[in-house]
């Protein structure tokens, strides 16, 4: 008994920080389609790509960016967590394979978003399954906040098309 609390204490010490890590490990995926994750708890957007300039009742919101001068350009300057995950992102129109998904919900301030799965819809159409994780049952607030998850895809077939994010019951889809 005293030895598994040990190798867990050991383990939780050595994947601090790499919580996104350990989900990108545990979430099923195409094995042609390489896929990072970083959860931010607020909004690295400017307000006119986020969330928050979409009609009051849609909840859930994608973007993507197949550049990094795009990526660049729709994140706050004081947002650095973003930025340092799109400088190490290698953008399909900038000669890599990678684009950036960008899913947000506005939601109760407990919940944390994770990757949950991803999925092939089409020959080029991806659905990305988004858990809400932090509480439990429905997740009602009278004084929402925003969540994001920020998702680097890289596919051996080429960038997607299309992708469908799945999130709180709704979706959210975006042409790539």
Excluded: W
Aim: glycine letters at 8%; hydrophobic letters at 40%.
């Amino acid at each position: 008994m005293y030895r598994r609390a040990v190798v867990a204490g050991a383990f939780a010490v050595a994947t601090a920080g790499c919580i996104d890590r350990l989900h990108d490990v545990a979430a099923s995926t195409p094995r042609d389609l390489g896929v990072r994750s970083r959860f931010v708890d607020g909004n690295p957007l400017v307000d006119a790509q986020s969330v928050l300039n979409r009609p009051e009742e849609l909840l859930t919101h994608a973007a993507s960016y197949r550049s990094a001068a795009a990526a660049r350009g729709a994140l706050k300057a004081d947002a650095t967590e973003s930025r340092r995950f799109v400088e190490r992102t290698e953008f399909a129109d900038d000669g890599g394979d990678a684009v950036l998904v960008v899913a947000q919900r506005l939601t109760a301030p407990a919940v944390t978003l994770r990757l949950g799965g991803i999925s092939r819809t089409g020959d080029h159409s991806l659905r990305i399954a988004v858990d809400q994780t932090g509480v439990r049952g429905e997740v009602e607030t009278d004084d929402p906040v925003v969540k994001t998850l920020l998702l680097r895809l890289s596919d051996e077939r080429g960038p997607p098309k299309r992708v469908t994010v799945a999130l709180g019951g709704q979706r959210a889809s975006v042409t790539v």
